[in-house]
């Protein structure tokens, strides 16, 4: 069975339905694209043939490319990977354009069989691409269809003509948010978008589309940029108005990518390009800006961690061999904002929920939280009035810790004390079936330690969950020295129902991504304290890709939550403890009562509705700017390595055990430079050597916290790039 299948009806229209085997969504495979060329030649040179209409036998219509074919391009071209790329996306085009031709006489623009798409639902990427290749886009009216060209997100642009002919279709200035942004539509605001022609009732979806095939004329399949004296809307580039288009357009590309995001840069070029020239050059010019991204490890790594990888972890790439975990009713101890979050995304994936807190007035108020955003969404049209009372008769609040019976995970979200969890742990295993998972969030606690209070400590886990928990997605899941495989298949079974991303990682201090993101904070910190500029530390870690500042990100955290760590880290490690330079100033800042955000004071200022405003100049007082600065390129290496460092000590460790998961992670969990792909994509681009070279340099001006780890010195020796060793996931101590 191919992907792609043909009948012609009795009206002399043949649908081509796209219906990739045991595939629950479309993707365009290699197969796919020659079964789809295969039918579009049988269809333009049968005689019988009227017209075509493409549409799906699944729910929605495409999600996308299979990313894997662009590495099989690569490896097919052998030594001129660039080439391989450029002539198979031309090979694609020719198919599209195939299509937008349809047989029409190149001179006249006459004789051309009209093409509709009847989209059943979601149509994203090459999903949306098809479509913009043929005559008129049929939608169903389903409201839970996205429509869109997301591909910026994972570190391309659209790439088989979505760019140009988006372009061409609407002007430059509307395209940015669909092409920038990667904004996505349901099918009235896709409409509105010009994106599709019409959004129909789904059961008249392919009898519009076929009606409109037979009605048809010559001049209803002619593409605008076809038509002799054809302009591009809002200007082309020479034109005044299209000129400050483009000006302005630049400007802010510049201001949201800082310059670290190549395909941005990439796709606006082939947009400027492209409108100077005619439609079958300017495609010519996309396909080559794509190949130019694609041959950027910047984009590879980016396609890999961000989709390749991440997909695997949702998979349960790294899932024990046991049978479904599917949790039915889960526990959550606490109803504070960790809690309450929790306790929605349960609820609103379909999940039973009991949320407990000491006082019924607390409880309720974690409930509240999640009317709070069901609100919200009913607000923006995206949640119904049934589907709201749905998620909240799931979530029962209460203080009664018998109403416990019959879950089959409890997350534990109380207070971080040790002597609190253990307690809670005690009582709530006395009351639950033995089977049923007992997980903590806690965010710097070792599990193995909080596991001694338990009765069953197989089936202690660690479920850290980050803050907001709603629009977060990362979820880290730490096994404890005695915790068994079916407490890590539950938690991951569950964070799959809740669609957030899981890694594993094994138990140690601060877990994986707080060891990474508090030398981070602390690094500014102690940049701060030297008198390096406040402007420089924040916006050179812009410049590198962090999406946060060191010192907004401690705003953001809590200044007496870093005081909490301090305290907690220096009793727990004693005279090993490495932080007093920053003890400093944190503790100091906490005398002032510059808390961060929640109290309108911290590193930065903030108005009255907590709005961030400067840099608080007050901090120059006590620790005043130093007469010579040091070099930008110092500054960002500081910060990077601080984290870099902490993450290839972590698989030194066994702390990781699958540099996917540390890649993933650390985009997902704290927004480590995303166009760099993770920690160690960052450390293949630069290479080991280089990264030695910066460490000893480091080590040699600012002490041993930037020692280079063995792994790192090992690599560095034989020549070896993390994926090239540890790319499907091996441990790194066996390998």
Known sequence: MTDFTMEIDGDGVAVITWDVPEKSMNVLSLAGIAALDDCIDRALGDEAVKGIVITSAKADFAGGMDLNIIARMKEDAGDEPARGLMDGLMKMHAILRKIERAGMDPKTNKGGKPVACAM??????????????????????????????????????????????????????????????????????????????????????????????????DADIVKPWDVKGWKMPGGAPYHPAGFMTFV??????????????????????????????????????????????LMNPSSSNMIRSLFINKEALEKGANRPDVADQKVTKVGVLGAGMMGAGIAYVSANAGIEVVLIDQKQEAADKGKAYAEGILDKGMARKKVTAQKKDDVLARISATTDLDALKGCDLIVEAVFEDMGVKAEMTKKVEAIVGEDCIFASNTSTLPIT???????????????????????????????????????????????????????????????????????????????????????????????????????????????????????????????????????????????????????????????????????????????????????????????????????????????????????????????????????????????????????????ATHGPRFATPKLLKDMAASGETFYGRFGTGADAKAA
Not at 135 to 163: Q, S, Y
Not at 612 to 633: K, M, N, T, Y
């Open 120 to 217: 059943p639902g979601t149509g994203l990427g090459i999903g949306l691409e098809i479509p913009l290749a043929t005559h008129r886009i049929f939608v169903a009216d389903n409201p839970k269809a996205k429509i869109g060209l997301p591909e910026i997100k994972v570190g391309i642009f659209p790439g088989m003509g979505g760019t140009t002919r988006i372009s061409r279709l609407v002007g430059a200035m509307a395209a940015a948010p669909i092409l920038l942004e990667g904004k996505m539509f349901d099918p009235a605001g896709a409409k509105r978008a010009q994106l599709v022609h019409e959004v129909v009732p789904a059961d008249e979806l392919l009898t519009k589309a076929k009606e409109w095939v037979l009605a048809a004329t």
């Open 248 to 293: 302005g357009a630049s400007a802010m590309v510049a201001g949201n990518t800082y310059g670290v995001y190549p395909a941005a840069k990439a796709l606006l070029s082939a947009i400027y390009e492209g409108a100077m020239v005619p439609f079958d050059t300017a495609i010519k010019i996309e396909a080559r800006w794509f190949t130019n991204v």
């Open 449 to 699: 330690e909080l596991a001694k209070a338990s009765a069953r400590p197989d089936k202690f886990i660690g479920i850290h969950f980050f803050s907001p928990v709603d629009k977060m997605l990362l979820v880290e899941i730490i096994k404890g020295a005695k915790t068994g495989d079916v407490a890590v298949a539950k938690s991951l079974d569950f964070v799959r129902q809740i669609r957030k991303t899981p890694i594993v990682v094994n138990d140690a201090r601060f877990f994986y991504a707080n060891r990474c993101i508090i030398p981070y904070i602390n690094e500014g910190i102690r940049m701060a304290a030297e008198g390096v500029s406040l402007p420089l530390i924040e916006n050179a870690a812009k410049l590198v890709g962090m999406p946060l500042g060191p010192l907004q990100l401690v705003d953001e955290t809590s200044i007496d939550l870093g005081v909490k760590i301090a305290k907690a880290t220096k009793a727990a490690m004693g005279d090993a403890y490495p932080d007093e330079a920053v003890d400093e100033v944190v503790f100091w800042m906490a005398d002032q009562g510059r808390m961060g955000r929640k109290a309108n004071a911290g590193f930065y200022d903030y108005d009255e509705k907590g709005k961030r405003g400067l840099l608080w100049d007050g901090f120059l007082g006590e620790f005043p700017e130093a007469d010579v600065q040091p070099e930008l390129d110092e500054v960002q290496q500081r910060l990077l390595m601080a984290q870099v460092l902490e993450a290839v000590r972590a698989l030194e460790d066994g702390v990781l055990t699958d540099i996917r998961e540390g890649d993933v992670g650390a985009i997902l969990g704290w927004g480590f430079a995303p166009w760099s792909g993770g920690p160690f994509s960052w450390l293949d681009i630069i290479g080991a050597p280089k990264a030695v070279e910066i460490c000893d340099n480091l080590t």
